[in-house]
């Protein structure tokens, strides 16, 4: 199963590398699910998926967990979004603030 989070906007051509480096960035720093984003019409949104057995008893309590998680990855990543599309802030600051602590330049 699928859930997806779709971002409200399309991202302008111009905008799409930026975004690109923020949700890598991101992408590798979460611990499931993950932001995908169409190069050519710009449509970002954040994917989590997860297989279901057959005879999972539990699936709606792992179904909201899952969605709930989808929800909360989508309220803190989108102002970062918002930052870079109207902005113009820098993707490895913006990841920065919301890390707190990791330096993606290495130095």
């Known amino acids: 199963m699928f859930i997806y989070a779709v971002f409200p906007l399309k991202i302008l051509p111009k905008k799409r590398n ?3 480096i923020l949700i890598t960035l991101l992408n ?3 611990a499931s699910g993950c932001w995908e984003l169409n190069m ?3 449509t970002l ?3 989590i998926s997860y297989i279901y057995e057959e005879d999972e008893n539990r699936f709606e309590q792992v179904f909201m967990e899952h ?3 989808a929800i909360r990855f989508t ?3 989108t ?3 918002l930052a870079v599309i109207f902005a113009n802030a820098n993707p490895h600051e913006l990841f920065q603030q919301l890390t707190e602590s ?3 330049n290495l130095n």
Do not use: Y
């Open 18 to 20: 930026s975004i690109a």
């Open 28 to 30: 590798n720093n979460l």
């Open 40 to 42: 050519q019409d710009g």
């Open 45 to 47: 949104r954040f994917r």
């Open 67 to 69: 969605l709930d998680e």
């Open 75 to 77: 309220d803190v990543c």
């Open 79 to 81: 102002p970062a979004m």
């Open 102 to 104: 990791v330096d993606v």
